[in-house]
């Protein structure tokens, strides 16, 4: 493995997030400063989400068509631009205004994945793409820990963490120069040796434009029923984060500083889990059960959740959550990047159903369950689960075989 590009692709990501983590509790603030509603404060966080669905493919073509280092230098400076929109930001609808710039700017992490990516063979793939969510869990729980930190006690929302933020993209600007050309066309080279020559065909220029270039991809039925698997994955695990800090603390009455623990744990678990285990799981048993293995203990976890009348059951449904979701992402991402040399596009897809079902999940499942109850939306989504194990193992379509040469649009 090339450890310099991976290492480069760590740093990078957690820059980026931990920018991204300073700013996320002085948002709700501010905005209530501004006069905005308990409303507005979902809808912000859902604006940056839709932004990113609508521009998560077209920088996953950019890495491609111009490389990662472009692609991550200009992702990196509409990044620093919102930020210094959101520091000066005079009104509600401003804010908003940076927050959906951010949305559309962010494609550095599908650089990262890119640049892991096209400098992995497939049986390392896996461990490199673990690293890197590592790195993204590490991220953010030291810009919450840091934000807390510069916002102190008062309820008058301080711009300091939007300043750290930008200083913080600026030393991510720096580190994403540092990043030669001659490495870029040497992972270009290497990806294009690990991946079989029956794809050829599959990174050829394309004349195609923006998203309609995106389809191409779904005309491969595997891939399709992957990136279902992917999505569904997504939003039951986004439809959990949206509704359990209103479920513990009606099971629990746990206030805001035990669900802050609680999930501190989980991210602990993710770093872990991602950081090394998951990459030896993936080389020893191959992607396809890991994903398995991540979808099974995600369904469990949810289960738990629904039944969880106890603090140690609590925390083992967190654990098989945080387990569940550090195996599943990686080996997936993995997975699906081996069957195609358009790895930025892949990845830039990927990215998109995330923001999609990062979108729908919190609002959505938050109404099924104050109309039907949090047990249920948890027995429902582990049933979804289930059902999804049930027919990728039918249909046998996550497995590490190439697809061969993608039809034309």
């Known amino acids: 493995m090339n450890t310099k590009p991976l290492l480069l692709a760590c740093l990078a990501t957690f820059l980026y997030v931990l920018a991204l983590a300073l700013i996320i509790p002085f948002l709700p603030f501010q905005i209530l400063a501004f006069g905005g509603s308990y409303a507005s404060v979902g809808g912000i966080f859902s604006a940056f989400s839709a932004a990113s669905f609508l521009s998560a493919p077209l920088w996953g073509r950019a890495c491609d068509k111009w490389g990662v280092k472009p692609a991550l230098l200009a992702s990196a400076l509409l990044t620093l631009l919102s930020y210094a929109v959101l520091f000066l930001a005079p009104s509600l609808s401003i804010l908003y205004a940076a927050r959906i710039l951010a949305g559309l700017a962010a494609g550095w992490l599908i650089a990262c994945q890119t640049l892991v990516a096209q400098t992995t063979d497939s049986r390392e793939r896996t461990r490199g793409l673990g690293l890197l969510g590592a790195a993204f869990g590490t991220g953010f729980a030291t810009g919450h820990a840091l934000s807390a930190w510069l916002l102190g006690e ?218 039907w109850g949090g047990k249920i939306l948890y027995i429902l989504l582990a049933a979804a689960l289930v059902l999804l194990i049930v027919i990728a193992k039918t249909f046998a379509f996550l497995d590490s075989k190439p697809l061969g040469r993608l039809k034309k649009v």
């Open 154 to 371: 008062s309820l008058i929302p301080a711009k300091t963490p939007v300043l750290t933020a930008c200083l913080v993209v600026l030393v991510a600007i720096a580190l994403a120069a540092t990043f030669s050309s001659r490495q870029n066309n040497a992972s270009k080279n290497t990806a294009a040796k690990n991946t079989v020559s029956g794809n050829a065909k599959d990174s050829a220029p394309s004349n195609r434009r923006g998203w309609f270039d995106v389809l191409v991809f779904f005309q491969t039925k595997k891939v399709a029923w992957i990136a279902l698997v992917y999505f569904v994955v997504s939003l039951a695990f986004h439809g959990f984060e949206g509704t359990f800090a209103v479920w513990v603390e009606k099971i629990f009455a746990f206030g805001p500083r035990g669900v802050a623990l609680l999930l501190t744990y989980a991210s602990v678990i993710v770093i872990v889990v991602q950081g090394g285990l998951v990459g030896a799981l993936a080389r020893r048993h191959g992607e396809a059960r890991v994903v398995f293995l991540g979808i099974a203990c995600l369904a469990c976890g949810l289960a738990f959740l629904a039944f969880a009348t106890s603090l140690a059951l609590l925390l083992l449904a967190l654990t098989l959550l945080a387990v569940g979701i550090s195996c599943h992402n990686p080996a997936m991402q993995s997975l699906i990047s081996q069957k195609t040399e358009r790895q930025g596009e892949i990845f830039g897809i990927l990215q998109a159903l995330t923001s999609l079902a990062r979108t729908i999940a919190p609002f959505g499942f938050a109404l099924v369950a104050a109309a």
